[in-house]
């Protein structure tokens, strides 16, 4: 399988504290991606980091890469109860069967920001 | 600009029963993929089109499930028959032409709110 694993696998804080969301995968990427999915609602892109990067920052978020480890890292800092929600990430790579390249997403996150 | 809707929204059927779940596409977006999330573990990848041709079929689960995408606009995945074990929910996404991408040309999915299916 593809897929990355989100670690942990659910995380509760208070309002205001900082979140992180670890993302593991198996094979080589193009590049990685974080998604976010609000309760009942499709999932939503936030932040794209390139296989040549290792860090990458957008509003509150920011995103670590180490290509060596097959690892990513999402920070959510100052957390509001708005963040509440489950996050993915995402593996943009190439199957090795089929040739086409493809979004593998793991099991998610469940974040909880308490007010 | 519309975003990419799916229906139903929730679908609950009897074991053997058929169910087709359909998704609209953003207008403009050659690439279509289906996913699916059984409870709690992996949003995983069933198939992927390029307009009305399967680019990538190799996460369909068995010969019960057939997505077609007729004239390459919106898309249909029927389940027929009906397992419990295929209960979950089906997520449509959408992406433009790689030469049109922003991002640099990566493939970045928009994706509609979701099919629930449960199978009694």
């Known amino acids: 399988s593809q897929q990355g694993e989100e670690d942990p696998q659910a995380l509760s804080i208070q309002e205001g504290e900082n979140a992180t969301m670890n993302c593991s995968y198996k094979t080589s990427i193009n590049n990685l991606q974080w998604y976010r999915q609000n309760s009942g609602r499709g999932l939503v892109h936030l932040i794209l980091i390139r296989s040549n990067e290792r860090e990458k920052h957008s509003g509150r978020l920011r995103v670590t890469l180490d290509t060596s480890k097959k690892s990513s890292s999402l920070l959510i800092t100052a957390s509001r109860a708005a963040d509440t929600a489950s996050y993915f990430c995402?593996?943009?790579?190439?199957?090795?069967?089929?040739?086409?390249?493809?979004?593998?997403f793991g099991t998610g996150t469940r974040l909880t920001v308490i007010p | 600009e519309a975003g990419v809707t799916q229906f139903p929204s929730h679908s609950v059927i009897e074991k053997g029963q058929t169910v087709t779940l359909r998704c609209d596409p953003i207008s403009g977006h050659d690439n279509l993929y289906w996913y699916r999330r059984v409870m709690g573990k992996e949003i995983k990848f069933l198939l992927h089109?390029?307009?009305?041709?399967?680019?990538?079929e190799s996460g369909m689960p068995n010969n019960r499930f057939l997505a077609e995408r007729t004239g390459g606009t919106y898309s249909t995945l029927k389940v027929q028959p009906a397992e419990l074990e295929d209960s979950g929910v089906y997520f449509c996404?959408?992406?433009?032409?790689?030469?049109?991408?922003?991002?640099?040309?990566?493939?970045?999915?928009?994706f509609g709110a979701g099919s629930r299916l449960t199978v009694l």
């Open positions: 089109f390029v307009k009305e041709s399967k680019q990538d």
């Open positions: 996404a959408s992406s433009q032409d790689p030469r049109l991408r922003e991002f640099g040309g990566a493939n970045v999915l928009t």
């Open positions: 995402a593996t943009d790579a190439r199957m090795a069967r089929t040739g086409a390249n493809n979004l593998f």
